[in-house]
């Protein structure tokens, strides 16, 4: 009997088989959709931070009560995951602005009030800060301020001093101007005071003269606490810096131990031109290193005592070895944020050692990042968590996309070490430029700046850092207190000293720094989540989301304002051809920087030609020298001075108030004191007309919004 031919299926048609891949992609995100709950809580602490006035707690508890509710409650009535999931990233959202509101309020301290006068000072010294522009900086715990009641001195205050730095734990004495923590240099710019505010640090201080000894009652446990474990950090700086020299021993101990104080502005630069500033803060690449040498160094020690090797779990003993180092050195560090959240990660990684999981996965990372945002809301906002997810996040994401290469199961030594030299290069080269790449878009946004051979820097100094500077360090501050760190530090201090020949190298070449405008403060959320799209998503569909990563340096940048004044009205810029014309050069240089990058112009000093300057206001001869007239003075300016700004420019700025405006300042845009007490700093942008121009301003006030940080007094 002859067989029967079953007929041929039709083919799908592309519409079919665009429904099942669609189908398909969906489907290999059954585990993957729960690690966008941290993604929808930190949505939810940036959205508050957004706000531009502050919420009730109240209403803001009760939302998130009711949306982690709703979505219980669909969960308990067995409903799909298309009610499930959009409810639980609502829960996460609402929990996460209720969690930001509720820290805000937790931290809540006094800050203090603009004064006049400079005042007199008492305090503790809580730590050594990194150096300023005008000098040293320390931290200081007030107990007394004249004139200021105890209700309304501050927590903490940091003071920029002058003569010997004072170590940790002593009680000093300066007679200072005292001013609350600076606001934005520009609108939208980066907000100290609000980080100040997470840190209790109610104002800033100049001293007028050298700090003077106090003697004071003894202060609180938790003030002697910090000072003694900040006095120990600053002896073993100190103690480093002499062993290395100043210039290799400041690296040092800003890698070891976190204080700044003996860095050298040069090399500074050179870090940060070459691509290899984040090797100086200590971050997640400090806490991985330590822990990990921790761990390989005690899970070796164990299996070389077989007697111990048959008892115990080397591996979850190393874990524990692990955990302890980085505990250690967050101590040692005197646990800033950044340290901070980089502990968290690592101990969860060591965690689920313990708990027989895997420990680098991107469900520990999830975990990691929710734990931080718990406890740190505010991190959402600075460029070190955004920075340091986005890297990790790629990088796992590579990990699980990377082939298993067969184990060879024979071969010649020469040809392993070739193969496995290769492999190791190969690796290198693609981390660095996926963790690159993750975190371009931050690097751009925050900094303006961009390391063109960034990649090569860090690619001739990984080995570097991570074999021997790092593990040198971590043991020769081990063993430093008792006199046997010095051969570590040696070591330690070659491979700084040959850090910074590769770093002043990649820094002198053509074009190693590029200067990126800032995009639109929308666009970094954009660049966020695409980012994040391409990690968390599997399969070829995560390519979507690279557009969007690629945000920042996409989008198209607002128009240039043509004037910028700086906050109180001291210093002022004008565009013209894409040159910022600086009124005052090197008078408040941090703020003209901060702008200049942020806007992407280049800033030169003011022609002496053209103007007329005194000590007290400087003004173009002619219009065509210059839009603006400056008086920066503490002195009003007479009726007679205000009608010669108003005569030779179209823009007045007077850093006192005004009490009355000559008819020649009709048609003329005049800000004086009021307005910068009410708004800061200010962009100003010239839109022409037939009646003349108008001008349309942004203050960094109506920015920054009427929120707890942005209060003084």
């Not at 003071?159 to 609108?187: D, H, K, M």
Request: glycine content about 10%; proline content about 9%; some cysteine.
């Amino acid at each position: 009997m002859a067989g029967v031919i079953a007929p041929t299926p039709p083919k799908p048609s592309l519409g079919e088989r665009a429904r099942l891949f669609v189908r398909d992609q969906v489907a290999a995100q059954t585990l993957r959709w729960r690690m966008w709950s941290p993604v929808a809580f930190g949505g939810g602490c940036a959205g508050y931070f957004a706000l531009k006035s502050e919420p009730s707690a109240w209403t803001l508890g009760v939302g998130a009560m009711v949306a982690a509710g709703l979505w219980l409650g669909a969960r308990r009535l067995a409903l799909g995951r298309m009610w499930t999931l959009p409810l639980l990233m609502l829960a996460c959202f609402t929990l996460g602005v209720a969690v930001a509101k509720w820290r805000t309020d937790a931290v809540a301290a006094p800050i203090v009030p603009a004064m006049a006068e400079p005042t007199l000072v008492e305090g503790w010294v809580i730590d050594v800060d990194s150096p300023g522009s005008a000098g040293p900086r320390v931290v200081i715990a007030p107990v007394r301020i004249r004139g200021l009641t105890p209700e309304q001195t501050p927590v903490r205050l940091r003071a920029t001093v002058r003569g010997e730095v004072p170590a940790p734990g002593q009680a000093v004495r300066l007679f200072a101007i005292l001013n609350p923590p600076p606001a934005p240099a520009s609108p939208g710019a980066y907000d100290f005071g609000r980080n100040a505010y997470f840190q209790s640090l109610g104002g800033v201080a100049f001293a007028l003269g050298e700090t003077r000894p106090a003697y004071l009652a003894p202060p609180p446990w938790r003030v002697r606490a910090a000072m003694a474990v900040n006095g120990m950090r600053f002896d073993l700086a100190s103690r480093i810096v002499a062993r290395l020299g100043e210039r290799t021993g400041g690296i040092a101990a800003a890698m070891t131990t976190g204080q700044e104080a003996w860095l050298n502005p040069d090399d500074v630069d050179v870090m940060r031109d070459s691509g290899l500033a984040h090797i100086l803060s200590i971050s997640g690449l400090h806490m991985a290193v330590v822990g990990g040498f921790a761990f390989f160094l005690v899970r070796l020690l164990v299996a070389a005592w077989p007697w111990l090797a048959l008892r115990v779990s080397g591996k979850k003993v190393a874990a524990v070895g692990g955990l302890l180092a980085v505990g250690t050195y967050l101590v040692v560090s005197g646990a800033p944020p950044p340290a901070e959240r980089a502990a968290i990660t690592a101990s969860i990684a060591f965690m689920a050692i313990l708990l027989d999981r895997q420990a680098i996965t991107m469900h520990a990372l999830a975990v990691a990042a929710f734990a931080v945002l718990l406890m740190q809301p505010e991190a959402i906002v600075t460029p070190g968590f955004q920075m340091s997810f986005a890297a990790t996040a790629a990088l796992v994401a590579l990990v699980e996309a990377w082939p298993q290469r067969p184990k060879e199961l024979s071969a010649p030594l020469p040809i392993l070490i070739v193969q496995r030299a290769g492999a190791w290069l190969g690796a290198a080269i693609l981390a660095s430029l996926v963790a690159g790449a993750a975190t371009g878009p931050f690097a751009m946004q925050h900094f303006n700046r961009t390391a063109m051979y960034g990649l090569l820097a860090n690619l001739a100094t990984a080995p570097v850092s991570d074999f021997l500077i790092m593990p040198m360090l971590a043991l020769g501050a081990l063993l430093e207190p008792t006199g046997l760190g010095a051969p570590f530090l040696w070591l330690a201090g070659q491979g700084i000293g040959l850090m910074l020949a590769i770093g002043t190298w990649t820094a002198g070449l053509p074009g190693a720094v590029r200067t990126v405008a800032s995009a639109p403060d929308y666009v970094l959320p954009i660049a966020f989540l695409g980012v994040l799209f391409c990690c968390l998503w599997r399969g070829p569909l995560r390519w979507l989301g690279l557009p969007f990563a690629a945000a920042v340096m996409l989008w198209p940048r607002s128009p240039t304002p043509d004037v910028w004044i700086g906050d109180g009205g001291t210093n002022a810029a004008f565009v013209e051809a894409g040159q910022a014309t600086v009124m005052r050069p090197g008078v408040r240089q941090f703020a003209v920087d901060v702008w200049s990058r942020r806007r992407g112009v280049l800033p030169v000093e003011r022609a002496p030609a053209g103007w007329t300057c005194s000590r007290s206001s400087c003004a173009p001869d002619t219009p065509s020298a210059g839009p603006l007239a400056l008086w920066w003075g503490n002195r009003a300016p007479s009726l007679e001075q205000v009608d010669a700004m108003c005569r030779a420019a179209l823009v007045v700025s007077v850093r006192p108030v005004v009490p009355a405006l000559p008819a020649s300042c009709d048609g003329r845009l005049v800000l004086d004191g009021t307005d910068y007490a009410r708004g800061g700093a200010v962009e100003l942008w010239r839109d022409r007309t037939p009646s003349g121009p108008r001008w349309r301003a942004v203050w960094s006030a109506d920015v920054r919004g009427d929120r707890p940080w942005s209060r003084t007094g």
